[in-house]
């Protein structure tokens, strides 16, 4: 891939989907049906990135079309980290799109289905007390393999304004009030909240759930 000297969205969002297609013949045997892959702001989220648990894009015949999308803030980050996010968000699309529930349904927990899939597609695979198995870097190979497509680093990146600054800064310095309790299957991490104490069972794994 050439370098332009780019303050282009259009531009980036292309060689996203240039680099969507070379991973998904290289590590998936062209399984993925095509998202849509969009650049934009994390918000809140903790995350470099995100694929969608349904189809949230359709277009004018009504066909629906997962999203994966590259946060703004990261988007100068090394090739590399953007390959292996891209990567990371495509395992979860390969779930999706086969019926695999990877993380638990209120939060992003990953669970061992996201680390088996993430690890059968050229990545390596950690685990995070908060996260699950959510850690992902790139196999040798798979690096070896990106390093020769001699990708351009994107210079190029979202900064939060003022306004955005002041405000994350009075989210984190108030104390979150609530009165109700969040209670953990600790087999699938599935998780529910309650505003009394109970005993609680997780339906799938018929096991306590924990405070």
Same mark, same amino acid.
């Given at each position: +891939?050439?370098?332009?000297? +780019?303050?282009?969205?259009?531009? @980036?969002?292309?060689?996203?989907?240039?680099?969507?297609?070379?991973?998904?013949?290289?590590?998936?045997? %062209?399984?993925? %049906?095509?998202?849509?892959?969009?650049?934009?702001?994390?918000?809140? +989220?903790?995350?470099?990135?995100?694929?969608?648990?349904?189809?949230?894009?359709?277009?004018?015949?009504?066909?629906?079309?997962?999203? @994966?999308?590259?946060?703004?803030?990261?988007?100068? %980050?090394?090739?590399?980290?953007?390959?292996?996010?891209?990567?990371?968000?495509?395992?979860?699309?390969?779930?999706?799109?086969?019926?695999?529930?990877?993380?638990?349904?209120?939060?992003?927990?990953?669970?061992?289905?996201?680390?088996?899939?993430?690890?059968?597609?050229?990545?390596?695979?950690?685990?995070?007390?908060?996260?699950?198995?959510?850690?992902?870097?790139?196999?040798?190979?798979?690096?070896?393999?990106? #390093?020769?497509?001699?990708?351009?680093?994107?210079?190029?990146?979202?900064?939060?304004?003022?306004?955005?600054?002041?405000?994350?800064? #009075?989210?984190?310095?108030?104390?979150?009030?609530? %009165?109700? #309790?969040?209670?953990?299957?600790?087999?699938? #991490?599935?998780?529910?909240?309650?505003?009394?104490?109970?005993?609680?069972?997780?339906?799938?794994?018929?096991?306590? +759930?924990?405070?």
């Amino acid at each position: +891939m050439e370098n332009t000297n +780019m303050v282009s969205l259009a531009l @980036i969002n292309q060689k996203l989907e240039e680099l969507f297609q070379i991973f998904n013949q290289k590590f998936f045997g %062209s399984a993925l %049906s095509k998202p849509v892959i969009t650049i934009a702001g994390k918000g809140n +989220m903790k995350a470099s990135g995100w694929c969608t648990r349904d189809k949230v894009w359709q277009d004018g015949k009504e066909n629906g079309y997962y999203e @994966i999308n590259i946060c703004s803030e990261y988007l100068d %980050s090394p090739i590399e980290e953007i390959c292996n996010t891209l990567l990371h968000e495509m395992c979860h699309l390969y779930n999706a799109l086969n019926g695999i529930k990877d993380c638990s349904r209120t939060s992003q927990y990953h669970n061992k289905k996201f680390k088996e899939c993430a690890e059968k597609h050229g990545l390596n695979v950690e685990q995070d007390e908060n996260r699950g198995f959510a850690i992902t870097t790139l196999k040798p190979k798979t690096l070896e393999f990106i #390093r020769t497509l001699d990708i351009e680093k994107f210079e190029f990146r979202r900064i939060k304004t003022k306004g955005e600054r002041e405000a994350n800064n #009075r989210n984190e310095e108030q104390p979150k009030k609530s %009165s109700t #309790r969040k209670y953990i299957c600790p087999k699938c #991490r599935d998780s529910v909240r309650a505003t009394k104490i109970k005993k609680i069972i997780c339906g799938d794994c018929n096991v306590l +759930m924990v405070l």
